[in-house]
């Protein structure tokens, strides 16, 4: 892999979900620096401002927007707003999440368990259909999505959390899959364990300061969206810097 760098004429375009806080924002942050023009969607108005001024510092570029990821017709809005301005999408970074209560998996509310399947697993499902035409016109088309150790290890009283992370796994590899003959890439990613809100939500005995800040973690991702990335229908795993390939032999 290379690092993140492009030097195009005209900017690559990256839509980064989850971009108000969190790895979503050093990842948007990052590759701003790396000269994409970004996209960058949640819901916090305020958040999204914040990079908004911190990317145009640094001289880069962004288009601004604020939207709840439940909204499965936005997401459609979004995908025709992205074709009608640029025509295509280099980059997509499917990064927002949200972990839903740490519980017996009899004791799991079903309006939290249904709000986790909606927002990690449906909305991504959603967004991949919504931009993977978009991102089949890049002459190097990557998406990156937001995985978790949680997925594999499934630990007691992660369940929602885990089986949400093992579908948009296997989204992605069937996604990678169908897209083996094109130019687009697609991968998964463990970020492994990052100093932001969902840690401190998943974990509120722990000391922030003992973990990797989302910047280091969006740095070890950002080769992901390089043009010249050959992996593809892998996951990512930040902590070994190494892929993984989950696949059983045929
Ligand atoms: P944060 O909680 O810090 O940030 C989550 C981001 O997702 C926010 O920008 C939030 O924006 C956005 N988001 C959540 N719900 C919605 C929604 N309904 N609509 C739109 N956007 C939404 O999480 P992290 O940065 O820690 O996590 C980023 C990704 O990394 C997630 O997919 C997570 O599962 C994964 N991950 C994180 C780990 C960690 O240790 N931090 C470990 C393993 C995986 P807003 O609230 O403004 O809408």
Redesign the pocket.
């Given at each position: 892999m290379t690092n993140g760098q492009v030097s195009a004429a005209e900017p690559r375009i990256a839509l980064v979900?989850?971009?108000?806080?969190?790895?979503?924002?050093f990842v948007a942050r990052e590759l701003a620096a790396a000269g994409y023009h970004i996209i960058a969607?949640?819901?916090?108005v305020g958040?999204l401002e914040e990079l908004d001024d911190e990317i145009k510092l640094g001289g880069g570029q962004t288009t601004l927007v604020p939207?709840?990821?439940?909204d499965m017709a936005g997401i459609d809005r979004l995908g025709a707003a992205i074709n009608e301005r640029f025509g295509k999408l280099d980059v997509l970074v499917a990064?927002?999440?949200?972990?839903g209560t740490i519980s017996p998996i009899d004791h799991i509310e079903a309006k939290v368990f249904e709000q986790v399947m909606t927002?990690?697993v449906t909305a991504t499902w959603r967004l991949i259909r919504s931009v993977n035409p978009l991102l089949q016109r890049s002459e190097a088309g990557r998406a990156i999505v937001?995985?978790?150790?949680?997925a594999h290890k499934c630990r007691p009283f992660w369940g929602p959390y885990s089986a949400s992370?093992a579908a948009v796994e296997a989204l992605s590899r069937t996604w990678a899959g169908e897209a083996q003959k094109t130019s687009l890439r697609v991968n998964s990613v463990?970020?492994?364990?990052?100093r932001?809100?969902?840690?401190a939500q998943a974990m509120p005995g722990e000391d922030p300061d003992t973990l990797p800040h989302?910047l280091d973690v969006a740095r070890a991702i950002l080769p992901l969206a390089h043009p010249q990335l050959t992996e593809t229908g892998l996951l990512f795993d930040v902590p070994t810097g190494r892929f993984q390939d989950y696949r059983l032999p045929e």
């Open positions: 979900t989850g971009a108000s806080r969190g790895i979503g924002y969607a949640a819901r916090t958040g939207l709840d990821l439940k990064n927002a999440g949200l972990l927002i990690n937001l995985s978790s150790s949680a992370k463990n970020p492994g364990p990052t932001t809100a969902m840690r989302p």
